[in-house]
Nanobody, 125 residues
Framework: QVQLVESGGGLVQAGGSLRLSCAAS????????MGWFRQAPGKEREFVAV????????DYADSVKGRFTISRDSLKNMVYLQMNSLKPEDTAAYYC??????????????????WGQGTQVTVSS
């Protein structure tokens, strides 16, 4: 069993930055993939970014490429999402997710086995 706890959300002005953190506990193997999703009010949850636990693979949603960076620290069991040049449309609850292996479809939330409770990010214009 893997537990995920997000932190780092908050209110920021457009153009600003935030770094989200995800603390992972339990047995995490090198085959795992760690992702970030987000869900805005009235919208479906959408994929943001994913990284392999080993660090060799990453993928991003087109909407965040060049602005967001996913990283992980396997020694600390942490996953991060550095968000720069934030836009009002980035406002959402952000969720950390873990898959036991690299997902065949990284954008599908059904590909992930464990989820955190989420942290709210609000970007004001």
């Amino acid at each position: 069993q893997v537990q995920l706890v997000e932190s780092g959300g908050g209110l920021v002005q457009a153009g600003g930055s935030l770094r989200l953190s995800c603390a992972a506990s339990g047995r995490i193997f090198s085959s795992y993939a760690m992702g970030w999703f987000r869900q805005a009010p009235g919208k479906e949850r959408e994929f943001v970014a994913v990284t392999s636990w080993g660090g060799g693979r990453r993928d991003y949603a087109d909407s965040v490429k060049g602005r967001f960076t996913i990283s992980r620290d396997s020694l600390k069991n942490m996953v991060y999402l550095q968000m720069n040049s934030l836009k009002p449309e980035d406002t959402a609850a952000y969720y950390c997710a873990a898959a036991q292996r690299w997902p065949q479809t990284v954008v599908a939330d059904s590909s992930y086995d464990y989820w955190g409770q989420g942290t709210q990010v609000t970007v004001s214009s």
